[in-house]
């Protein structure tokens, strides 16, 4: 038997950006998708908690550091700089795998869009720069 379960989710991340006229995708920061472990070209799924849409679109690197989640392509319509979204990417385990699966969270809860609960992060190092 194989199980879809979370892998990573990135929580109450603020939209940057919105741009209709790009090729299409998400945007992400490339230390936060590292943080993660979402993939460039991962098929993500994202819902806007700000408008309520859900969609799916693939993600994309932004420079590191940049805090960058922008929308491009035809899902800028479905959202709007300041928006709050969750992002988040599924993965298939055999049941030995999803008893022992834990996935990798960023919660961001704050005014300046810090990181401010990590769980289970892919790089300890990438980790340990975002807590301090």
Known sequence: MQVNLLRAKILRAEVTDAKLHYEGSLAIDSDIMRLVGILPNEKILVGNISNGNRFETYAIEAPAESGTFSLNGAVAHLGKKGDLIVIMTFGWFNEAEAK???????????ANRRIVRLLNPAEASLAARFAS
Do not use: L
């Open 100 to 110: 022992q699966h834990e996935p990798r969270i960023v919660v961001f809860a704050d």
